[in-house]
T-cell receptor
Framework: TQLLEQSPQFLSIQEGENLTVYCNSS?????LQWYRQEPGEGPVLLVT?????EVKKLKRLTFQFGDARKDSSLHITAAQPGDTGLYLC????????????FGGGTRLMVKP | GAVVSQHPSRVICKSGTSVKIECRSL??????MFWYRQFPKQSLMLMAT?????????EQGVEKDKFLINHASLTLSTLTVTSAHPEDSSFYIC???????????FGDGTRLSIL
């Protein structure tokens, strides 16, 4: 069974601050997705990283996939209240089913 | 982009009622759909994998007779919570993959409340 540990679980910061969310595993993933979920809604895909060492930027969000494809991070620069939400990482295994293993989620609150 | 529609968005019903939730892929064919359950302030927990034209694969601890899944076409999967009880109250979310490829696209979820 693949496990994905996500940290921190909760994060409350002031507008303008930077933050990093981590996802770590002892297993290798073929790809890793980051989602953002707001209350009462389904997760919305932010990015997919596939290659070890890959870095992707989405405006103020920077995603990194570890060289060994076992870990990933999400860095937000100058957080804004609109960034508030639940951030989920999800790794896809090498199995044919490509099922996702979800991290426990990081609940982010950005105060104005 | 790919869109997954889930209906209804919210259900409130009495204990003992069976509730059907629909998950549709609107602009792509989904041979595989997934059903998740999410408790408040927690991550998603995979319940079952729905395969078009064949039986669903359930995760350990998920009752097959309680959560009936039907994937009769390439664009529709349904989850029926049979004889629902208050402990079945939760947020249920489906997802689908375009032609079996990643990433998974999620519906907006169904908030089920059993009184």
């Amino acid at each position: 069974t693949q496990l994905l540990e996500q940290s921190p679980q909760f994060l409350s910061i002031q507008e303008g601050e930077n933050l990093t969310v981590y996802c770590n595993s002892s297993s290798v993933f073929s790809s890793l997705q980051w989602y953002r979920q707001e209350p009462g809604e389904g997760p919305v895909l932010l990015v997919t990283v596939v290659t070890g060492g890959e870095v992707k930027k989405l405006k103020r969000l920077t995603f990194q996939f570890g060289d060994a494809r076992k870990d990933s991070s999400l860095h937000i620069t100058a957080a804004q209240p609109g960034d508030t939400g639940l951030y989920l990482c999800a790794g896809a295994g090498d199995n044919a089913g490509n099922m996702l293993t979800f991290g426990g989620g990081t609940r982010l609150m950005v105060k104005p | 982009g790919a869109v997954v529609s889930q209906h209804p968005s919210r259900v409130i019903c009495k204990s003992g009622t069976s509730v059907k939730i629909e998950c549709r892929s609107l602009d792509f064919q989904a041979t595989t759909m997934f059903w998740y359950r999410q408790f408040p302030k927690q991550s998603l927990m995979l319940m079952a994998t729905s395969n078009e034209g064949s039986k669903a694969t359930y995760e350990q601890g998920v009752e097959k007779d309680k959560f009936l899944i039907n994937h009769a076409s390439l664009t529709l999967s349904t989850l029926t919570v049979t004889s629902a009880h208050p402990e079945d109250s939760s947020f249920y979310i489906c997802s689908a993959r375009d032609r079996g490829l990643l990433p998974q696209h999620f519906g907006d979820g169904t908030r089920l409340s059993i009184l």
